[in-house]
T-cell receptor, first 110, second 113 residues
Framework: ELKVEQNPLFLSMQEGKNYTIYCNYSTTSDRLYWYRQDPGKSLESLFVLLSNGAVKQEGRLMASLDTKARLSTLHITAAVHDLSATYFCAVDMVAGDMRFGAGTRLTVKP | EAQVTQNPRYLITVTGKKLTVTCSQNMNHEYMSWYRQDPGLGLRQIYYSMNVEVTDKGDVPEGYKVSRKEKRNFPLILESPSPNQTSLYFC????????????FGPGTRLTVL
């Protein structure tokens, strides 16, 4: 059974600091997605990673995928308050069959 | 405006009373999916559909039914709701599965008493 594990589940950061969120999964897949959810809101897509070694960057966020290690990372650079949200990784097991991690609730404090 | 809509947004019902949550997208997407979100569990996929008349079970399909008679609509049916189906439900769509981000609806908060 596919498991998707995110670490940490809760993260409190100070503005200006760097940190990494990890997403491990237990089966072969080369399709991984990151989503953001603000409190009380729906999910919005951040990154689509479709091959080993894929790296995508948007502003202060950078995501990477290592399919051999079954690991994706979401790196936060110089955090700002606006990045406070819950971040989910999701793995496409077989086309269309999706598994999400439990989410990482990020709080960025001044 | 390109969007995924869900109705109703909030629903309180009683055990055993059949209900349907509608989902519609106006982006001509082939793929649609239903998820439930519970605290500490992330999103869990209930059912998905690769195209019209094609549906498959996700991770937690028990107690739910779906249909895909038209490309734009993907209703979620709870024929005999139970309290353990109290949750926040999201519908999502994408151009095709496997290689595209999903676009999520606003969510439906369901309470079963």
């Amino acid at each position: 059974e596919l498991k998707v594990e995110q670490n940490p589940l809760f993260l409190s950061m100070q503005e200006g600091k760097n940190y990494t969120i990890y997403c491990n999964y237990s089966t072969t897949s080369d399709r991984l997605y990151w989503y953001r959810q603000d409190p009380g809101k729906s999910l919005e897509s951040l990154f689509v990673l479709l091959s080993n070694g894929a790296v995508k960057q948007e502003g202060r966020l950078m995501a990477s995928l290592d399919t051999k290690a079954r690991l994706s990372t979401l790196h936060i650079t110089a955090a700002v308050h606006d990045l406070s949200a819950t971040y989910f990784c999701a793995v496409d097991m077989v086309a269309g069959d999706m598994r999400f991690g439990a989410g990482t609730r990020l709080t960025v404090k001044p | 405006e390109a969007q995924v809509t869900q109705n109703p947004r909030y629903l309180i019902t009683v055990t055993g009373k059949k209900l349907t949550v509608t989902c519609s997208q106006n982006m001509n997407h082939e793929y649609m999916s239903w998820y439930r979100q519970d605290p500490g569990l992330g999103l869990r996929q209930i059912y998905y559909s690769m195209n019209v008349e094609v549906t498959d079970k996700g991770d937690v399909p028990e107690g739910y039914k779906v249909s895909r008679k038209e490309k734009r609509n993907f209703p979620l049916i709870l024929e005999s709701p139970s309290p353990n189906q109290t949750s926040l439900y999201f519908c999502a769509s994408s151009p095709a599965s496997g290689y595209n981000e999903q676009f999520f609806g606003p969510g439906t908060r369901l309470t079963v008493l």
